[in-house]
């Protein structure tokens, strides 16, 4: 689920082809495990409220608990990317469904049909509508790619205070779902360039990420990211992580 958030100035070249790409698989981003969420957000009919039976650190041990017997997840997603110099909002639909041998698969279906897949080192991304399959090597920025593709979800908490300043903000209803907000600002200075923070809705029932939002450097920008129908650790099988576009769709490795 979110993932053009890498400073062009200071990362390597492969990040900067994979930039825009990369934007569109988000949540993500996609690991809080992998979070860096800022600011409240005042949902209509919601507000974030103080969380005298929380802290920061009993909320990483519910996570943690989660992670361990984490082994694979689907869900819808909802991915919303508001720019605020033309207040413009633009939404996109699908599913998503990740295994914690590093597999991850998103399958957006509104408005324009695209799959990003992603196995190991290589993510791919395949638009129907121009029958085109762009291929990326993710080589030394893999980590990197990781802390936006499985934020949150089968991530310990150690991995993510590595990469994160972790706060507690409080609690939000969500969609009828109780939840813990929590905000990750990144400890690298480069990714705050291009994300300063991240917003993560866990639900206190299942320790999963219901909602992400990473705020976007030098502006009011932001994507958000939403998940509904969470189906966690059932069986996907390994045919739903192989490229299966027509063989005649064009295949391109942008120089990285």
């Not at 930039?19 to 009919?45: D, E």
């Not at 992603?118 to 029958?131: A, E």
Request: proline share 5%; with cysteine.
């Amino acid at each position: 689920m979110c993932y053009d958030y890498i400073d062009l100035k200071t990362a390597g070249p492969s990040f900067r082809r994979l930039r825009v790409s990369l934007k569109r698989v988000v949540s993500v981003v996609a690991i809080v495990a992998f979070c860096s969420l800022a600011c409240v957000l005042q949902l209509p009919g919601s507000s974030a409220q103080d969380t005298p039976g929380w802290t920061t650190e009993s909320v990483l041990n519910k996570i943690d608990k989660a992670a361990a017997d984490f082994r694979s997840l689907t869900a819808d997603i909802e991915q919303i990317k508001y720019t605020d110099v033309v207040k413009d909002t633009s939404t996109e639909t699908g599913q998503i469904f990740v295994r914690r041998d590093q597999k991850m698969r998103i399958d957006l279906t509104k408005p324009d049909p695209k799959t990003i897949l992603r196995t190991g080192d290589s993510l791919f991304i395949y638009t129907p509508k121009i029958n085109r399959v762009e291929e990326y090597n993710l080589g030394k920025n893999r980590a990197i790619v990781d802390q936006y593709m499985r934020l949150g979800f089968g991530t310990k908490s150690q991995d993510l205070q590595k990469s994160y300043d972790i706060k507690l903000v409080g609690e939000e209803e969500v969609d009828h779902r109780k939840t813990v907000l929590l905000e990750l600002t990144p400890k690298s200075e480069e990714i705050r360039k291009q994300i300063t923070k991240i917003q993560m809705w866990v639900d206190q029932s299942s320790w999963l990420p219901v909602q992400q939002k990473f705020f976007e450097a030098g502006g009011g920008d932001y994507f958000l990211v939403k998940y509904s129908n969470m189906m966690k650790n059932l069986k996907i099988p390994d045919s739903k992580f192989k490229p299966d576009w027509p063989k005649n769709a064009a295949h391109i490795k942008p120089r990285q």
